[in-house]
């Protein structure tokens, strides 16, 4: 069976250990050397930023977030194993993990890594389709010529250089579809390579949950569970038709899902319209503070997948929806366009503050419109804000110090409280 070392590359045949370098961190796969469709996906990429500046925290677990925004927006596996999540408020995420180290996120410092990683991505492939600053979609077809190696070969190639250049790692999803590589890349985490062939798709799809299609969230999942459908299996069962009829468009798209095609294209300059992020609630809250800590994290995960795809946004739009499933929508139109997590968390939670107090909601979220190429972005003042201008610069400025000197480097009071 073909097989690749992933520390030294050197391509084999099946065997428990690397032959060359006796490194058991090998992938064998019968499809290995003839796929080409691959999803990166960074290794809790904030926390390990952050565990690379500082090499004290290495062993310790790290999660990223608190403050009075006190949702965790990310944690590293450490935390994770006692059982932190993304979207979990900070006092539970430290009950399950009182020696947790808690650092607030420093956004201009991971665009900046992730400059670094897109630069290595399009030394591969000019097909480098963005999710955010930690993952994208590469397209390798027809590359093997031009590298002298077969894209398993190559992305193996990328992991180590991310690994030697920028200390960081990264997990590799490998197939023949963009639906079935993201799938792929989360099998084998962290540091992983994992590949699903096509002759394997329908037994590798058949009894797994439909919760696994990127996309689906918990109102969507529900609405599948309600219909019978829990599994790939079940989704085989019904007509195409049906399904159409009973979801609309998703449910043509799930009809191919359960097959495991997928005709979307890997693309660098797929069209933008917005970008938008929300969470459902396991349960219903109307806890200002909590609906306050995920706006701020929803913002960043805005502000990530604009920088990512260097774009900005003149309108900040806030979707609440009720306990009774009304929806409720409220916008905001910037004088200058923006991909700064702290405007958007200022407009959306402005936009929350106009929302009279009372009810309970099952779903927050915040998205960016009116799109333009992050040029454009935080040029000038807020005549109603004067210190926008001063707190950019001192983020700006805050991040660059911290880059070079660690985490640790500048405090805010706050953080002391």
């Known amino acids: 069976m073909p097989s690749l070392c992933r520390d030294c590359l050197t391509r084999f045949d099946t065997a ?30 904030y926390a390990s930023v952050e565990k690379r500046d500082n090499p004290d925290l290495a ?10 925004r006190g949702v965790v927006s990310t944690a590293c596996y450490i935390a994770r194993i006692k059982g932190v999540r993304s979207a979990m408020p900070m006092f539970q995420a430290l009950k399950l993990c009182p020696e947790a ?14 400059r670094a990683i897109r630069a290595m991505m399009l030394d591969l492939t000019p097909a480098v389709e963005p999710l955010s600053l930690d993952e994208a979609f590469l397209d390798l077809t027809g590359t093997a010529q031009l590298h002298g190696a077969p894209p398993a070969v190559v992305l193996a190639q990328l992991i180590k250089r991310m690994r030697d250049e920028l200390g960081l790692t990264g997990s590799i999803g490998l197939s023949h579809n963009k639906f079935l590589a993201k799938i792929a890349s989360d099998l084998d985490k962290p540091h992983g390579f994992a590949v699903i062939g096509a ?6 799809l058949r009894d797994r949950p439909v919760s696994l299609i990127w996309g689906v969230g918990q109102s969507t999942l529900k609405a599948l569970n309600d219909a019978g459908i829990r599994s790939f299996a079940d989704l085989l069962r019904w007509d195409r038709r ?13 009809w191919h899902l359960a097959r495991g095609q997928d005709r979307r294209r890997v693309s660098a300059n797929a069209p ?26 929803l913002a960043e995960k805005v502000a990530d997948r604009a920088k990512a795809r260097a774009l900005a946004g003149r309108v900040v739009t ?15 139109a910037l004088r200058d366009a923006t991909q700064l997590a702290d405007t958007l968390y200022r407009t959306a939670r402005a936009l929350m503050d106009q929302v009279p107090d009372g009810a309970a909601y099952r779903l927050i979220g915040v998205g960016l419109s009116d799109l333009v190429e992050e040029t454009a972005a935080d040029r000038s003042g807020d005549l109603l804000d004067p210190q926008a201008t001063r707190r950019a610069g001192a983020e700006r400025a805050t991040d660059a110090i911290r880059a070079k000197f660690g985490p640790d480097a500048i405090v805010k009071g706050r953080a002391l409280r």
């Open 16 to 45: 428990r250990r690397c032959p060359a370098c006796g490194s058991p961190r090998i992938v064998a796969h019968p499809e290995l050397f003839d796929l080409s469709i691959a999803h990166m996906d960074c290794d809790a990429f």
């Open 59 to 68: 062993d310790k677990p790290l999660i990223i977030g608190g403050g009075r």
């Open 101 to 114: 180290v808690v650092i607030k996120p420093r956004m201009q410092v991971y665009a900046e890594v992730s």
């Open 199 to 204: 002759g394997e798709t329908a037994d590798f």
């Open 242 to 254: 049906d399904l159409h009829a009973r979801f609309g468009s998703m449910g043509d798209r799930l």
């Open 272 to 297: 933008v319209k917005s970008i938008s992020n929300e969470t459902t609630f396991y349960e219903d809250t109307r806890d200002r503070d909590l609906l306050d800590g995920h706006i701020w994290r």
């Open 318 to 332: 806030l979707k609440l929806k009720r306990a009774d499933h009304t929806l409720l929508t409220r916008r905001h």
